[in-house]
């Protein structure tokens, strides 16, 4: 089993098209067709045509991506797409090989096709090591590390990971399975990371282990209370659905006033606590 990083865009513009359209794509735009290429020199020689003004290094980084991309990822591999539009993973495998399209409504041109599993696995989900893996800043990556590849899988299966099977990463009695050469696409090769995204989630994830249940609730009455406004929360037990009363004013009775319902959770909210909170803003 391998498994494979490949983004949506530096801002995760091309998402809801990969999504809907079952495919993983790169738009690196001016990089021509390449399924003619038999090597990932063939892949530097088109783009050096292509980009007579770039220097190597930056076509090297560029041609390994695309090689691994075109003939690296096989059928039946695991894609993740770690979301910018949401606070979730995409877990699909891969059913097709690599094509190029002249012409689609994303603009993305060179594409594989996906039988996307999930679309929905929470970061908080994702042990810290993982997510590490994850916020590598190449478009296509390889995941190695740690046992990633099976614990993708098992996510993609139960909906959280299960943490690597040993330390080496593979199961007792088994060898572990030579590394091949992608081209330096590989978790462990990566130096550049999404260090937005890395803070994000060790924030989150701090939010989640120290602020459980009530202590969320006075953790949002402070962040209004550092917006100006003057809060107060029921006492522990039944409330109502409301968690925090917020106005401006000394007495909290200017407008805007602000009614709150907190949800202390890792996983995504379902139908009934968006039911509950309609309930609670028209009462209220």
């Given at each position: 089993?391998?498994?494979?990083?490949v983004?949506?865009?530096?801002?995760?513009?091309?998402?809801?098209?990969?999504?809907?359209?079952?495919?993983?794509?790169?738009?690196?735009?001016?990089?021509?067709?390449?399924s003619?290429?038999?090597?990932?020199?063939?892949?530097?020689?088109?783009?050096?045509?292509?980009?007579?003004?770039?220097?190597?290094?930056?076509?090297?980084?560029?041609?390994n991506?695309?090689?691994?991309?075109?003939?690296?990822?096989?059928?039946?591999?695991l894609?993740?797409?770690?979301?910018k539009?949401?606070?979730?993973?995409?877990?699909?495998?891969?059913s097709?090989d690599?094509?190029?399209r002249?012409a689609?409504?994303?603009?993305?041109?060179h594409v594989?096709?996906?039988?996307?599993?999930?679309?929905?696995?929470?970061?908080s989900a994702?042990?810290?090591?993982?997510?590490?893996s994850?916020?590598?800043f190449?478009?296509?990556?390889?995941?190695?590390?740690?046992d990633?590849?099976?614990?993708?899988?098992?996510?993609?299966?139960?909906?959280s990971?299960?943490?690597?099977?040993?330390p080496?990463?593979?199961p007792?009695?088994?060898?572990?399975?030579?590394?091949?050469?992608?081209?330096?696409?590989?978790?462990?090769?990566?130096?550049?990371?999404?260090?937005?995204?890395?803070a994000?989630?060790?924030?989150?994830?701090?939010?989640?282990?120290?602020?459980?249940?009530?202590r969320?609730?006075?953790?949002?009455?402070?962040?209004?209370?550092?917006?100006?406004?003057?809060?107060?929360?029921?006492?522990?037990?039944?409330?109502?659905g409301?968690?925090?009363?917020?106005?401006?004013?000394?007495?909290?009775?200017?407008?805007p006033?602000?009614?709150?319902?907190?949800?202390?959770?890792?996983?995504?909210?379902?139908a009934?606590?968006?039911?509950?909170?309609?309930?609670?803003?028209?009462?209220?």
């Amino acid at each position: 089993m391998r498994a494979w990083i490949v983004r949506a865009g530096a801002k995760g513009q091309w998402e809801p098209w990969a999504l809907e359209n079952g495919c993983v794509a790169v738009s690196f735009t001016g990089v021509p067709d390449l399924s003619s290429a038999q090597a990932r020199e063939d892949v530097f020689e088109l783009l050096r045509r292509s980009f007579p003004e770039d220097g190597e290094n930056r076509l090297r980084n560029l041609a390994n991506q695309l090689w691994a991309f075109r003939s690296g990822i096989h059928q039946g591999d695991l894609v993740v797409l770690p979301l910018k539009t949401r606070s979730v993973i995409a877990i699909g495998r891969v059913s097709g090989d690599y094509e190029y399209r002249s012409a689609n409504e994303s603009g993305c041109r060179h594409v594989r096709r996906v039988e996307w599993l999930r679309d929905d696995i929470p970061r908080s989900a994702i042990r810290q090591d993982l997510l590490y893996s994850l916020g590598a800043f190449l478009t296509v990556c390889q995941v190695k590390r740690n046992d990633g590849a099976w614990r993708i899988e098992q996510t993609a299966l139960t909906g959280s990971d299960p943490g690597a099977r040993t330390p080496q990463g593979t199961p007792a009695g088994e060898e572990p399975a030579a590394d091949t050469d992608e081209g330096e696409t590989s978790d462990v090769t990566a130096v550049a990371f999404d260090i937005e995204q890395q803070a994000t989630d060790r924030v989150r994830t701090h939010l989640i282990e120290t602020f459980a249940g009530y202590r969320m609730q006075e953790l949002v009455a402070a962040v209004l209370e550092a917006e100006g406004f003057h809060c107060t929360t029921p006492p522990t037990g039944a409330d109502g659905g409301i968690d925090v009363l917020a106005g401006t004013g000394p007495l909290g009775l200017g407008s805007p006033r602000i009614v709150v319902q907190v949800k202390s959770e890792a996983q995504p909210v379902g139908a009934p606590v968006v039911q509950q909170l309609v309930g609670a803003v028209r009462q209220h």
